[in-house]
């Protein structure tokens, strides 16, 4: 059973950074894309990004030229790199592992909790 485990989330001021780790229990495969969701109270799951092996990324509107994604395959890390935090992104950051072709999947981490104060 792959676990994503997450880390790096905290309390921070608006305009303050943040960096959040997923790191995968087994290996991140060429075809897995990597992806960042978070929810705020009261509110559905959001993409927030996502990467291919390929480094092509996708990111929310809400977050592009404050957010960075990035992946170390050989390390089985996802990173999330947040700069420019507003309050509006507090919400519970959670790390994703999906596969779209055969043999489909889709893991999630546990969450860690973001804050940013006005």
């Known amino acids: 059973q792959v676990q994503l485990v997450e880390s790096g989330g905290g309390l921070v001021q608006a305009g303050g950074s943040l960096r959040l780790s997923c790191a995968a229990s087994g290996r991140i495969f060429s075809l897995d894309v990597m992806g960042w969701y978070r929810q705020a109270p009261g509110k559905q799951r959001e993409l927030v990004a996502a990467?291919?092996?390929?480094?092509?990324?996708n990111y929310a509107d809400s977050v592009k030229g404050r957010f960075t994604i990035s992946r170390d395959d050989a390390k089985n890390t996802v990173y999330l790199q947040m700069n420019s935090l507003k309050p509006e992104d507090t919400a519970v950051y959670y790390c994703?592992?999906?596969?779209?072709?055969?043999?489909?999947?889709?893991?999630w981490g546990q969450g860690t909790q973001v804050t940013v104060s006005s």
């Open positions: 990467i291919t092996s390929g480094g092509s990324t």
């Open positions: 994703n592992k999906e596969r779209k072709s055969y043999p489909k999947y889709n893991y």
